[in-house]
Structures are given as structure tokens and as C-alpha cells.
T-cell receptor
């Protein structure tokens, strides 16, 4: 069964450093998402991406964040200058459509630890 | 008011018990409703969609009341493997490109 993959599984970085989290969505999917979950808190929407551009972003997704689909298979989330509060699980998701009947498939997540 | 609100629990029940979780949502324009399951430090996985007519999948029954903006999940004959966090999730309509809004989650522990 096709699945969303994410690398790395765990990333440790120092405050102020740039990190890139990588995702490979399911191949025929058209809509892509990043969510994050701070330990002990709920899953929060960050950004949605369709047709090679951001379609919606949350208040969390400020100028420090960017997304890219550089080669038609990878979907990346970049955090330019990490802060301690960016420590969280980051989940990528994809779906073939965004209507009522379409399921979003989540990757296993990247645990980001900012020290 | 939180967009999606759940009782965080925890619910501790013996094997074989029936347990019910409730959820309310604030956006009356919400389009689709789901229950996801999340195991510790893992990704959310779709358990079932929730329809206005109510729907059942084996031991799991979901109900939606649009007038009250209320969603429920009933688990019958609980198994040890049902221990997880259950997430109430709402998909927005309109200009939102399928954004999912999650509740805090309800923790369920099933013990022998």
C-alpha cells in the first residue's frame, strides 16, 4: 500500500539554525499539507500546498517557514532560524482531492528538537 | 470557544467495556467530520468518517448531529489494542483547501 514517507525521523538542531524537513507524498496525490504537534498538545495545521503554490497557511506559518516541491516528488518544509518553541513533531500529509470524501494520509513524522 | 473540543479523559476501562467519546465543533460551515486514532508518538490514522445518518464499522459507531454541532464515537467490546488517543477532526469547507482542524484528543486505556 502506498504511504507518505518523511525524513529524517528525528532532527536535533541548535537555536538559530536552518532545518529542512523532507516528505515524499503518495505519487498520484495533488494536495499536500504540513501539520505540527507540540508534545502534549493537539495537532495543528501549518500550511496547504496545491498546484505548486501555498493555498492556505495558519498564523503559525510566519516568515521563518517556507515550503517547496522542488522536483515533483519531494515536498519540503524549511524553518529558516529555529526557535526553542519550534520543537515538535512535524507531520506531512497528502490527498488526491480535497472534497468531502477524500482522506488525508499522514507520514510518520519528524521529531524536531531545538536546543 | 475552541474550534473542536473534546473531553481529554483519560478513560480507563476494562476489556469488553463499552465507551463513548463526545466532541463539539464551533464552525457551523464545517464540511466533513472524522475520528482519527493516534498511538503514542505516532502519526494520526483515520479510524472512520462520520456521516449525518450515523455509521458503523465493526465495533465502532459514529454519530453526527449538525444542529447541535456534536460528534460522538462509541466503542463496543473494548480490546487492549484500542488503547490510544482518539482525535475528533473537522474539515473546513469553502475556500479552505482541505485543512483539518483537530481536537485535543481523548485518551483511552483498556486494561485486562
Amino acid at each position: 500500500e502506498p504511504e507518505v514517507t518523511q525524513t529524517p525521523s528525528h532532527q536535533v538542531t541548535q537555536m538559530g539554525q536552518e532545518v529542512i524537513l523532507r516528505c515524499v507524498p503518495i505519487s498520484n496525490h495533488l494536495y499536500f499539507y504540513w501539520y505540527r504537534q507540540i508534545l502534549g498538545q493537539k495537532v495543528e495545521f501549518l500550511v496547504s500546498f496545491y498546484n505548486n503554490e501555498i493555498s492556505e497557511k495558519s498564523e503559525i506559518f510566519d516568515d521563518q517557514f517556507s515550503v517547496e516541491r522542488p522536483d515533483g516528488s519531494n515536498f519540503t518544509l524549511k524553518i529558516r532560524s529555529t526557535k526553542l518553541e519550534d520543537s515538535a513533531m512535524y507531520f506531512c500529509a497528502s490527498t488526491p482531492g480535497q472534497g468531502a470524501g477524500y482522506e488525508q494520509y499522514f507520514g510518520p513524522g519528524t521529531r524536531l528538537t531545538v536546543t | 470557544r475552541k474550534e473542536v473540543e473534546q473531553d481529554p479523559g483519560p478513560f480507563n476501562v476494562p476489556e469488553g467495556a463499552t465507551v463513548a467519546f463526545n466532541c463539539t465543533y464551533s464552525n457551523s460551515a464545517s464540511q466533513s467530520f472524522f475520528w482519527y486514532r493516534q498511538d503514542c508518538r505516532k502519526e494520526p490514522k483515520l479510524l472512520m468518517s462520520v456521516y449525518s445518518s450515523g455509521n458503523e464499522d465493526g465495533r465502532f459507531t459514529a454519530q453526527l448531529n449538525r444542529a447541535s454541532q456534536y460528534i460522538s464515537l462509541l466503542i463496543r467490546d473494548s480490546k487492549l489494542s484500542d488503547s490510544a488517543t482518539y482525535l475528533c477532526v473537522v474539515k473546513s469547507s469553502g475556500t479552505s483547501y482541505g485543512k483539518l482542524t483537530f481536537g485535543q484528543g481523548t485518551i483511552l486505556t483498556v486494561h485486562p
